[in-house]
């Protein structure tokens, strides 16, 4: 069974982590003495309770807490882009409770092993605080350790949703938390549980689908994968609430079109659609929410105390920490002071700023002394803070060192992304009955913007924050995919734009779609194919007897007018590094199984 092999792979992991760990976990605290790159902050008092692993976490935390001075409090608050901090010593100074690598954040060179020690250097800054409290490093790994060359990357989430499959998706959450966990990373900005209506919006391929009982339990178990497994990963249900629901040019940011926008729904409607995913995955143990930029009722979503703290803290009985998206406070239209106290009293938790943290610290210490933030609001989020630092056994286990770095891009976790990806293949159109194809078909001709580009198959967030359009990464392309299937006798011609001299071959196979983006950038108010592909997929068409057209996007696009000319068209979203996975459904090997996560037009 697929999850049984998933999760055996991630019982080597955990047996390795016990053999290695175990001992010292019986003693409650690490000191370093492994690694040569981590010198691991020894801790100062051993006899304080909260480094005690025995005791309680909510008791833990209460000691730690009345062990916390004012300063120390408030440095909890800020999540900082990691370029943006002045000095190392700053982290220690302030006691900076986050730092995150937004897309594209990555250290030089950019290898698994650079980004070990880059967050290994930021987290010994942290416990080298008079407290010894970790920070705690969130990326957006949304697709895979996807920041992160060498990492398995799963198809997005729209392709996800597509594969309908609960167990599938809670094992590509396991080994993402693993992948994580071997880079020195325990908090991902992920699972996207927005429930998106109109496939303009540049962040559906982020999106299980528009079908909110199908983002719950998908979403749910994405969750439960990533934070459950050995690996101690916290997850980021995103972006509460309403995103998605944006009418079109509405956004407050002049270069995008619904991304940031305005929700066109009332209150009925996010609590029937856009709610349901987001308690499911609390009652499943969310550690942290994040709010989306966007507006409601003439609010931002981060100035609401209604969402913020009666309904997600108070109705939903949220545990975990909230925490605003880039910038997202700047979006009160206030003075700097004044959005700080607006959100933090609506119920902001830590603050992604991302850069300046010296004047957020000082807004918020002169917001604590005049009473504008209660000192009482300010426990509450420390303590929600540390409850999942605590979670995610951060002041328990000594961080990754090299050594670990042992499964990431492994050929076992390829297997369940390739798994992954012939789940997400969703046929539109086969009136020549062109599927399965043969592996003995005598002559393939195959051409397209997104036949031989693994950036094009892997779309946004994949180590840039926009894009790598091309072969720049290690991966397996459509074209590699289907020269390792066919056999030895099979002809195949490959032309970027279709010019084939003088054919007919038996299939001609056209690999097009979309070329990456994020977020508003790909805000796109029709989204179709260029002039470009469709005069490709037209030279395939008369180079060939049958035509099979492959479309790679991160969401459906209008083809309607072209359907009719063509035999075959299968969707395969943005499926990531592992193409093998659409080759073995076309030649046969696995059944078509996916279908539509969202309409297409
Ligand atoms: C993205 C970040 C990115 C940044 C670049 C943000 O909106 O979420 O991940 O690095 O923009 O300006
Ligand atoms: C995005 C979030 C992301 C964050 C950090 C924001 O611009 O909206 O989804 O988690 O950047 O990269």
Redesign the pocket.
Request: hydrophobic share 40%.
């Given at each position: 069974m697929k999850f049984r092999t998933c999760f055996q792979s991630i019982l080597t992991v955990l047996i390795f982590f016990s053999l290695v760990f175990g001992g010292g976990l019986l003693f409650g605290f690490y000191k370093n003495g492994r690694d040569d790159d981590y010198s691991f902050a020894e801790y100062k008092n051993k006899d304080w309770a909260y480094l005690n692993v025995s005791i309680p976490v909510e008791q833990r935390v209460d000691d730690l807490l009345s062990r916390m001075t004012l300063q120390e409090k408030i440095g909890q608050l800020a999540l900082v882009e990691k370029n943006s901090i002045l000095k190392l010593s700053d982290i220690t100074t302030y006691g900076i409770g986050g730092v995150?690598s937004?897309?594209g954040g990555k250290p030089k060179p950019n290898t698994p092993q650079a980004w070990l020690t880059m967050v290994n250097t930021f987290q010994n800054a942290a416990r080298n605080s008079r407290l010894a409290i970790p920070l705690i490093y969130g990326v957006?790994a949304i697709h895979g350790n996807a920041n992160v060359p060498g990492a398995t990357i799963f198809p997005h989430n729209i392709g996800l949703g597509a594969t309908h499959d609960a167990d599938v998706i809670r094992c590509i959450g396991e080994i993402t938390a693993t992948e994580m966990a071997e880079t020195g990373i325990y908090w991902n900005?992920s699972p996207n549980l927005d429930v998106p209506q109109d496939t303009r919006w540049g962040r559906i391929y982020e999106t299980f689908g528009s079908d909110s009982t199908v983002v719950s339990t998908l979403g749910t178990a994405y969750l439960e994968g990533l934070q459950s497994g050995d690996s101690h990963v916290i997850g980021t249900i995103?972006?509460y609430i309403g995103t998605g629901t944006m009418g079109w040019e509405t956004s407050s940011n002049p270069d995008f079109s619904l991304d940031q926008g305005v929700t066109v729904v009332d209150e009925a409607t996010l609590r029937a659609i856009h709610l349901p995913p987001f308690a499911a995955a609390i009652r499943a143990g969310a550690m942290s929410v994040?709010v989306g930029?966007i507006r409601w009722n003439d609010v931002e979503l981060v100035a609401s105390h209604y969402w913020l703290t009666d309904v997600l803290k108070k109705e939903l009985n949220f545990q975990g920490f909230v925490v605003s998206?880039?910038g997202g406070i700047d979006e009160i239209s206030g003075s700097a002071y004044n959005n700080v106290v607006t959100a933090v009293n609506a119920g902001i938790d830590m603050i992604?700023l991302p850069y300046d943290y010296q004047s957020f610290i000082q807004n918020i210490q002169n917001a604590v002394i005049s009473g504008d933030i209660k000192q009482e609001r300010l426990d509450d989020a420390v303590r929600r803070i540390l409850r999942a630092k605590f979670s995610a056994q951060l002041f328990d286990t000594i961080p990754s060192n090299s050594n670990d770095i042992k499964t990431l891009g492994s050929a076992e976790h390829k297997l369940v992304a390739r798994e992954a990806v012939r789940k997400s293949l969703v046929l539109l159109q086969d009136t020549a009955h062109v599927i399965p194809l043969s592996k003995t078909t005598p002559h393939i001709v195959i051409a397209g913007s997104a036949a031989d580009n693994i950036g094009r198959q892997s779309g946004g967030w994949t180590v840039e924050w926009q894009d790598i359009d091309g072969n720049e990464l290690p991966g397996t392309t459509v074209l590699n995919a289907l020269r390792e299937a066919v056999s030895k006798e099979t002809v195949i011609e490959y032309s970027l734009n279709g010019y084939f001299s003088n054919t007919r071959a038996d299939i001609g196979i056209a690999v097009v779609g979309e070329s990456p983006y994020a977020?508003g950038w790909g805000d796109n108010a029709h989204p179709s194919l260029t002039t470009e592909d469709l005069e490709t997929i037209a030279r395939v068409k008369s180079a060939s007897k049958k035509l099979l057209v492959i479309i790679i996007s991160g969401r459906p696009l209008d083809i309607s007018s072209s359907l009719l000319s063509w035999d075959a068209v299968l969707a395969a979203w943005l499926p990531g590094t592992e193409a093998s996975g659409i080759t073995d459904v076309l030649f046969g090997d696995y059944p078509l199984t996916g279908t539509l996560p969202i309409a297409w037009p």
């Open positions: 995150l937004g897309g957006d900005f995103k972006h994040m930029h998206d880039w992604m977020e």
